[in-house]
């Protein structure tokens, strides 16, 4: 926190200097101050998660969507692609796409149906629940290019992480997550049919090869988001 501070300290100075040009020492401040800040609030956000959800009410109450979200390989009816994986997503991306769901805001009409009598500690337990799951191996086959997508996701790294595996909390775990999902949602936000001003744009100018690239690198790593599995 001294450390944080010092760099705010600084960080004031340096908008206040009369000389407009900035030094490399400057720069380096911004940096380390900007990444400090990152840090520091998805590690309070994190923490705020894992105390206010409880995974073992979590797991009860989640048996509502085990029919459709703890089958390997269970797939959406119309139109067809697999249902997300949810085991080791962030808690509080969990709550917040639920919420979005509730409200009407993401459009699918068997979440709406499933989330809409959900209260507060409803959503922070599923939440706890799902994101208890550690990150694992199991890969199905993918379409596109993994080196390619490799290379196109170096604009999604700073929200997602290097490999999808992310940690700050507000943005989802990619790794690991079904190509055909991947490809869905980015068409989705391309389309404007899943509305966020940031993906939004950062999806406008992809084609389809890159959308198919990226999700097939994002897909195919070793490590990431599992399906559920309950006993």
Known sequence: ???????????????????????????????????????????VLASAAQAAGDPAAGKSKFATCAGCHAIPGYTNAYPTYHVPRLGGQHADYIIVALKAYQAGERKHPTMHANAFPLNEQDMQDIAAYLSSFPAAAAPYPVRGDTAAGKTKSATCTACHGADGNGNI??????????????????????????????????????SPQDITDLASYFASQPKGLVTVQQE
Request: hydrophobic content about 35%; overall charge positive; charged content about 25%.
């Open 169 to 206: 909390p507000i943005y989802p775990r990619l790794a690991g997550q079904h190509e055909d999902y991947l490809r869905k949602v980015l068409s989705d936000y391309q389309n404007g049919t899943r509305k966020n001003p940031v993906m939004g744009g950062m999806a406008k100018p992809l």
């Open 1 to 43: 926190m001294k450390l944080l501070a010092g760099c705010a300290e600084r960080r004031y100075r340096i908008s206040n200097n009369s000389n407009p040009k900035s030094t490399a020492e400057d720069d380096m401040i911004r940096s380390v101050l900007w990444q400090l800040l990152v840090l520091g609030i998805s590690g």
